[in-house]
């Protein structure tokens, strides 16, 4: 999906991702769009950079490192014990990745340094197995037959 989206917008196209999972949530940019629906009688709404930022706190890109350093009860995904929610998108907003976050432990303030280090391997992984590759080798796509009607 990362790499079709990837493609895509290099060909020109507007793409819209129809997910109601939030880990898409981290492919949005100018061109690509999520597009979701919470029930069968509510209208579909699009999901985008700032709504990203709205209802996550975070930019898209770092949809993962949030996810990275919280986890996904619904991916089975563990967060950072007695980490909370504030102090994470703090950190993203002053080390902007996981790997930074994790790179400058010791930078960090004494309450959250420990935190963070005991859950280094952690959170690295975690930001492995949240993030939607998209430099796949998917050999040769040929959009010309897509036709949007």
Known sequence: MGTIARIAVK??????????DKDCYQLINP?????????RNTPSS???ENVVEDKMGCSPSQVADIKALMGDS??????????NYQTALR??????TA??????????????????????EQ????????????????????????RVN
Not at 107 to 115: E, G, I, S, T
């Open 99 to 120: 790997e930074n976050i994790v790179a400058h432990v010791n930078d960090l303030p004494k309450n959250v340094h420990f935190k963070i280090k005991n859950a280094q």
């Open 11 to 20: 060909k020109g196209y507007n793409v819209h991702i129809l997910s109601n």
């Open 74 to 83: 619904s991916d089975n995904i563990k967060g950072v014990r007695y980490l």
């Open 123 to 146: 959170i690295l992984m975690n930001k492995k197995i949240t993030t939607i590759g998209k430099n796949l080798d998917l050999g040769r796509i040929d959009f010309r037959p897509l």
């Open 91 to 96: 950190l993203l907003a002053e080390y902007d």
């Open 46 to 48: 699009f999901i985008d």
């Open 31 to 39: 061109n690509v769009k999520v597009v979701v629906k919470s029930t």
